[in-house]
């Protein structure tokens, strides 16, 4: 099995040579099983560190950490867009799983110190539908492409110093489905899918 992946786009792909029926229905249930699983994981409410931080002049002056229960995709969109294809291609058969670019960030989180591509917050930001508060925290501010770049510029400053948690709803649905997978393809398969899941970036 070789993964092409394109992670930080909307693609993930592996290829998979399948002899019969019976092994095509079981690539098919995978997929399946993996996409509708994956969006009950985004759905479901989580224990998350939650950061209250104070600036000035750009510079951090404190923080509070709290823990708060909370669905990574509140409004559906990203499970909204998580789907999949399967196709023949010189002789392999190809699985590839889409989803909205930010699915990434969501799954493996981030480190401190690493922020997230502009375009991608900004997606991020519009599909939750947050909206911009006015100064002094007292009712939301008009929405506007300046207020839309500050909320992005603002929210991906606190994840390049404080990190992001990611919710692993991707890679855990993965595992788990692969598991029935192995049972239906064999050893061959089995080596195959330990050494692509070994490969994913925990960044």
């Not at 909204?80 to 960030?105: C, H, K, P, Q």
Request: glycine letters at 8%.
């Amino acid at each position: 099995m070789d993964w092409y992946d394109q992670l930080l786009t909307s693609k993930l792909h592996f290829g998979l040579r399948v002899d019969n029926k019976e092994q095509m229905d079981a690539l098919t249930s995978f997929a399946e099983g993996v996409v509708s699983d994956a969006k009950k994981e985004l759905a479901a409410k989580q224990p998350k560190k939650s950061y209250r931080a104070t600036w000035k002049g750009g510079q951090l002056q404190s923080y509070r950490v709290s823990i708060k229960r909370y669905a990574s995709d509140t409004n559906g969109q990203l499970s909204d867009s998580i789907r999949y294809e399967i196709n023949e291609i010189m002789g392999n058969t190809i699985v590839t799983f889409y989803a909205l670019d930010y699915w990434y960030y969501v799954n493996f989180g981030r480190k401190p110190g690493k922020g997230v591509p502009v375009d991608i917050m900004r997606q991020w930001v519009y599909d939750k539908g947050i909206k911009p508060q006015k100064g002094g925290g007292r009712g939301f501010a008009k929405i506007t492409a300046n207020t839309f770049n500050t909320m992005a510029f603002l929210m991906n400053r606190k994840i390049r110093t404080f990190g992001y948690e990611g919710n692993n709803f991707f890679t855990k649905t993965v595992d788990i489905y692969s598991d029935e997978l192995r049972e239906t393809l064999g050893k061959r398969v089995a080596k195959d899918l330990a050494q692509t899941i070994s490969k994913w970036p925990l960044t």
